[in-house]
Nanobody, 117 residues
């Protein structure tokens, strides 16, 4: 399984970015998919996670609630993270994650998000 994250970049505070995570297989075979991030000098943290089929609930880190939205397009085997009202503290490498029904854990290479004026 390969997860390809893209969409990172440099954005000013208050701006928006949309990250994409394209999977090499049908995302419906995964139980959940999500986004994590690691800021310089900090541990990796959960940003958002969602089930890949209807049912279940999404979950967000408190620090991004109301600003970030995770979504999926099963036809494109892609999960998105829409990030609005970005803050400098959102600066991090963002990683896509998928967990299969059997508990297998998959990670993509990260994409850098830098929020700076």
């Amino acid at each position: 399984v390969q997860l390809q994250a893209s969409g990172g970049g440099l954005v000013q505070p208050g701006g928006s970015l949309r990250l994409s995570c394209a999977a090499s297989e049908r995302i419906s075979r995964f139980k959940v998919m999500g986004w994590y991030r690691r800021a310089p000098g900090k541990q990796r943290e959960l940003v958002a996670v969602a089930p890949t089929t209807t049912g279940g609930s999404t979950d967000y880190a408190d620090s991004v609630k109301g600003r970030f939205t995770i979504s999926r397009d099963n036809a494109k085997n892609t999960v998105y993270l829409q990030m609005n009202s970005l803050k400098p503290e959102d600066t991090a490498v963002y990683y896509c994650n998928a967990i299969s029904s059997y508990g297998m854990d998959y990670w993509g290479k990260g994409t850098q998000v830098t929020v700076s004026s």
